[in-house]
């Protein structure tokens, strides 16, 4: 009766422990080479004059979470990113130049979090939500050299704050009972236009211009609770 008993107590300890492993608090690091791009409608159809390049920067910060669940969780976290767009103009003139305008932002998302088996060496996890991007500074270079002394701020030509959505997809993988690897791909989008049509930069029907961003983060997770 007594081994009964025992075993009982382990094996509901054993239940126990695994279950406190997946809810309660995470938090972790990540970075992100990522490609980044200004959608504009009006620069698109702008020809050889303002043709786009491909854009690539760097993302990295910090994120937390709270488990619900084995299976759902909210996410939050400070991100870093350096992003914009990079223009060439192909007209065949002698004047022929690139351009770029580099922007920082300081992103805050607001996500749900989903995600398979927690218990197996791999899991599938999925983020979705809304996200603030503050804009901390923006550099405009013209032939790779950065434009300066021109009398304006470039950063008072967009807005303070860029209202996104995110989408995250990728997989887990559990190093040790609490530190977990995780490879995903991540893409935002501005829900509105990024620029202060207010200032006298830009035209009066000029079309908005939305951020949009893609790239490859890698990530380190510690969960408080462990195996």
Known sequence: MQNKTLLFFCLLM??????FAQKGFEFGAQVMPQLTLIVNDDDFAAGDELNFRTTAHLAYGIHAAYNFSDHLGVQTGL?????????????PTPDTYTSEVRMNYLKIPILLKFNSNPEASAQFVATVGPQ?????????????????????????AYKSMDLGAVLGLGARFRLTDNLQLGTSF???????????????????????SQNATGGFMIDFTYNLGGN
Not at 14 to 19: G, I, K, L, N, R
Not at 141 to 153: A, Q, R
């Open 79 to 91: 991100l870093f990113s350096t992003q914009g767009q990079k223009y060439v103009s192909d007209e």
């Open 14 to 19: 054993a239940t126990s422990s695994s279950v």
């Open 186 to 208: 991540r893409f935002d989008y501005s829900l509105g236009d990024i620029e202060d049509k207010d200032t006298i930069f830009w035209d009066d029907d000029r079309a908005s």
């Open 132 to 156: 603030f991007g503050l804009l901390n500074k923006v550099r405009a270079y013209v032939d790779d050299e950065e434009v300066t002394g021109s009398g304006f701020e470039f950063k008072d």
